[in-house]
């Protein structure tokens, strides 16, 4: 079945250093990927839908500066946590779809664990 | 390894109904479960987190009630609208801090 692989799974990095979390659709395209993040006893939530060739939506309150996501290829999107400190401290996880936007099925990553020192 | 299923993958209803969405889990050393709704090609909204410590959760409409020893969730749905289609997920957070996801029920409300 398809699968969607994330990369790192665990990253732990000083303050004020920037980090990537890869996405990658192994066995299809995906036009569409979202990332979330879910700190510490509470849900996930949604980040920003990454279009493929587009710039990413954003959800309210989510800094665009502070998480670059680039989708330059049907097969991946990065996300880029630049300046990261404690407070970024998560989970990320990724999802994409397979198929139409109406369709498709939706797919996750094992997700990655950021730890701010 | 954790696996989460969801039963019925597909579910149709007059508006109206009172209906429930299962989702079962293999191990029930869990930290949480959560609830969510996806809509077509759209990313995922948070319904409701139940810590394992709890029982039910409840925000409106929506109802969850958490069974730890029998690995078992419920999403308890009432006087369903059309605007309720959608497809639901459960996922549940392990050990490592990973969260695994059901395949979903995709409700269909009819007028």
């Known amino acids: 079945g398809a699968v969607v692989s994330q990369h790192p799974s665990w990253v732990i990095c000083k303050s004020g250093t920037s980090v990537k979390i890869e996405c990658r659709s192994l066995?299809?395209?995906?036009?569409?990927m979202f990332w979330y993040r879910q700190f510490p006893k509470q849900s996930l939530m949604l980040m920003a839908t990454?279009?493929?060739?587009?710039?990413?939506?954003?959800e309210q309150g989510v800094e665009k500066d502070k998480f670059l996501i680039n989708h330059a290829s049907l097969t991946l999107s990065t996300l880029t946590v630049t300046s990261a400190h404690p407070e970024d401290s998560s989970f990320y996880i990724c999802?994409?779809?397979?198929?139409?936007?109406?369709?498709?099925?939706?797919?996750f990553g094992e997700g990655s664990r950021l730890t701010v020192l | 390894k954790q696996e989460v299923t969801q039963i019925p993958a597909a579910l149709s209803v007059p508006e109206g109904e009172n209906l429930v969405l299962n989702c079962s889990f293999t191990?029930?050393?869990?930290?949480?479960l959560q609830w969510f709704r996806q809509d077509p090609g759209k990313g995922l909204t948070s319904l409701l987190l139940?810590?394992?410590?709890?029982r039910e959760q409840t925000s409106g409409r929506l109802n969850a009630s958490l069974d730890k020893s029998s690995g078992r969730s419920t999403l308890y749905i009432a006087a369903s609208q059309p605007g309720d289609s959608a497809t639901y997920l459960c996922?549940?957070?392990?050990?490592?801090?990973?969260?695994?996801f059901g395949k979903g029920t995709k409700l269909s409300v009819k007028p």
């Open positions: 996922a549940v957070e392990g050990s490592q801090g990973n969260l695994i």
């Open positions: 066995d299809f395209q995906a036009t569409t």
């Open positions: 990454s279009n493929e060739g587009s710039k990413a939506t954003y």
């Open positions: 191990d029930s050393a869990i930290y949480n």
């Open positions: 139940i810590q394992s410590s709890q």
């Open positions: 999802s994409a779809y397979r198929g139409t936007a109406n369709t498709g099925e939706l797919f």
